[in-house]
C-alpha cells in the first residue's frame, strides 16, 4: 500500500506548508536580496542535515527491530506497509528539500560573488513551501512511530501470555 496523492493533499502537514507559501507569495516582493536568501537557505541546510539523518537512523531502527510475527500482528492491527510508506515517502520528501536548499544556497552564493543582487521570489516560495512540509511531514512519522512503539508494547504484552 502506498501513500495516496489525496492523503497527501489533505494532511495537516501539506496545508500549513501550503498557507506558509501563500502567505509569503502575497508578502515577498517580485524580487528578493541574495543576502537574505543565501542566509535562509543555510538555516534550511542546517535544520535539514540534522533532522535527515536523525530520521533515516530512526527509520532503519524501526525497520530492523520488527521480527515477522510483529509485522503480522501489526499488519492486522495498524497497517505496518502504510507505516512503511509514510516513512519513506517522508524520508524522499526531506532528501528533495535538503538537495533543494543546497542547490539555492550554492546557486545564491555565486550570484551574489558575481554580484547580482537579487533573485526571483519563486526560489524562496518552493523553498517556503519544501522546507515547513518535510519538517512538518517528519514530525507526523515521529507521531506514527510513537503509535508503532505502542502497538510493539500491546504484541509483547499479548505475546507473553
Known amino acids: 500500500m502506498s501513500v495516496k496523492l489525496r ?4 494532511s495537516w502537514d501539506f496545508i500549513i506548508a501550503a498557507f506558509v507559501t501563500v502567505a509569503a507569495f502575497f508578502l515577498l516582493d517580485k524580487n528578493l536580496a541574495n543576502a537574505l536568501c543565501k542566509e535562509l537557505y543555510n538555516v534550511g541546510i542546517s535544520v ?6 536523525v530520521y533515516f537512523a530512526a527509520l ?11 509485522v503480522r500482528f501489526l499488519e492486522e492491527v495498524g497497517d505496518y506497509s502504510k507505516l512503511i510508506a509514510t516513512f519513506r515517502y517522508t524520508l524522499a520528501l526531506l ?14 552564493s555565486v550570484w ?6 537579487e533573485q526571483p521570489n519563486w526560489f524562496l516560495l518552493i523553498f517556503a513551501f519544501l522546507f515547513p512540509y518535510s519538517l512538518f511531514g517528519a514530525v507526523s512519522v515521529t507521531v506514527d512511530a510513537i503509535q508503532y512503539a505502542k502497538y510493539r508494547s500491546e504484541f509483547l504484552a499479548k505475546s507473553k501470555r
Not at 60 to 70: G, K, L, N, P, Q
Not at 112 to 117: A, S
Request: charged letters at 10%; hydrophobic letters at 55%; zero cysteines.
Open 7 to 10: 492523503e497527501i493533499i489533505l
Open 48 to 53: 535539514l542535515s540534522i533532522v535527515f539523518s
Open 60 to 70: 532503519a531502527i524501526i525497520i530492523s527491530s520488527s521480527d515477522d510475527e510483529f
Open 95 to 108: 532528501f528533495v528539500s535538503l538537495m533543494y536548499s543546497i542547490a539555492l544556497y550554492s546557486i545564491t
Open 112 to 117: 551574489i560573488n558575481d554580484q547580482i543582487l
